[in-house]
C-alpha cells in the first residue's frame, strides 16, 4: 500500500530556512517521479519541485529557484525539500505526490 508522510512544516521567520521530509512506503523512490506541490490559502496548488527516478531535478517557478532544493535519499526511502530564504509568500500547505498519491501536507508559515 502507497503512503507518503509529510514532516517538518512550522512557523520560521522571513529569510529563514525548513527542510520537508517525505517518507515514502510501498513503493521504492528510485522507479517513479515524486513531487513536491504546494497550495497558499486561496489559490491553486502549484509544483514545486520535481525529481525523476534517475535523480534528476527540475524547480519550474523562477520564485523558487535558487532557494528551494529537491533531494533524496534511496536508502531511507524519503525525500526532501531544502528550503532558504524563505518569503511570507512561501507560507502554504506543502504536499508530496508520486504515483498519483498525495500525502496530509505540512503547513509551512512565514512570518515574524
Known amino acids: 500500500q502507497v503512503q507518503l508522510v509529510e514532516s517538518g512544516g512550522g512557523l520560521v521567520q522571513p529569510g529563514g530556512s525548513l527542510r520537508l521530509s517525505c517518507a515514502a512506503s510501498?513503493?521504492?523512490?528510485?522507479?517513479?517521479?515524486m513531487s513536491w506541490y504546494r497550495q497558499a490559502p486561496g489559490k491553486e496548488r502549484e509544483l514545486v519541485a520535481r525529481i525523476s527516478a534517475a535523480g534528476g531535478t527540475t524547480t519550474p517557478a523562477d520564485s523558487m529557484k535558487g532557494r528551494f532544493t529537491i533531494s533524496r535519499d534511496n536508502a531511507k526511502n524519503t525525500m526532501y525539500l531544502e528550503m532558504n530564504s524563505l518569503k511570507p509568500e512561501d507560507t502554504a500547505v506543502y504536499y508530496c505526490n508520486a504515483l498519483g498519491y498525495w500525502g496530509q501536507g505540512t503547513l509551512v508559515t512565514v512570518s515574524s
Open positions: 510501498g513503493f521504492a523512490i528510485t522507479r517513479y517521479v
